[in-house]
């Protein structure tokens, strides 16, 4: 009859979407599972961020004062020394590569 026809149907149309949803559910677990252990490090990073806060408290004011004073030249000792820097990186990147 039609109707059993019409059910078969049905039936195998739900096995084949819980079969494809099973996949997915699959990997989607993969990926949260990859995301977690590519993330753990931000754990730890809280955890001793709330340990030292204190520190931070107190010590980046007073960093911010010694360096008040200090940053524009630092500022200028930096701005020189960056092509020498992108050189030295980029040579050694050219040894690394084994073309010497």
Do not use: I
């Not at 340990?51 to 630092?74: D, N, Q, T």
């Amino acid at each position: 009859m039609f109707w059993e026809k019409e059910l078969t149907q049905l039936t195998e149309r739900r096995r084949s979407l819980a079969a494809v949803c099973a996949l997915d559910r699959e990997q989607v677990t993969g990926a949260a599972a990859d995301l977690a252990r590519k993330l753990a490090w931000l754990e730890a990073a809280r955890t001793w961020g709330t340990r030292y806060r204190s520190v931070f408290m107190v010590g980046l004011p007073l960093a911010g004062l010694f360096l008040g004073k200090r940053l524009p030249r630092l500022a200028r000792w930096t701005a020189l020394a960056a092509p020498f820097w992108r050189a030295g990186r980029s040579l050694l990147r050219f040894w690394r590569a084994g073309a010497h």
